[in-house]
């Protein structure tokens, strides 16, 4: 987000929203790995922790990693893909703005958007998928 990450160097008013999410991803899924040979496991809490002091370094988007914890989404992957040894309990209150309102959802996001990016959503049209009524 300050300009000094791999490989780019792009700041957050150079990158797409999907791009700073996968960043997110992907920063989670290297420390809660457990395949690396040059490290051991964390626990999801130290893997949240070091996350949380990236953001508040400005290396990940502090509002997209918000969302990452109040979405829980963090959690649906432990559940799924880490050992029950490494997932321990994570208070996310110690991570989360205490100026951001409780019911906080998406609405930031959107504002963090780089000038002149428009939404992928804008403007799409919901397709459906036909029916066997709607072929007859």
Do not use: N
Not at 32 to 42: F, L
Not at 76 to 90: G, I, P, R, W
């Amino acid at each position: 987000m300050d300009g000094t990450g791999y490989p780019r160097g792009l700041r957050r008013d150079q990158m797409s929203i999907p791009a700073r999410i996968m960043m997110i991803a992907d920063i989670f899924e290297a420390l809660t790995a457990r395949d690396r040979p040059y490290k051991a496991h964390k626990m999801l809490s130290e893997c949240v922790a070091i996350m949380a002091r990236m953001s508040g370094e400005g290396h990940i988007d502090p509002d997209l990693f918000e969302v990452f914890l109040t979405s829980g989404v963090y959690r649906k992957y432990a559940d799924k893909f880490l050992s029950a040894e490494q997932t321990d309990e994570v208070d996310i209150s110690h991570y989360l703005d205490p100026a951001s309102p409780a019911g906080w959802r998406h609405d930031r996001v959107a504002e963090s958007r780089a000038p002149g990016q428009r939404s992928s959503t804008r403007g799409a049209r919901r397709q459906v998928a036909p029916t066997a009524s709607s072929r007859c």
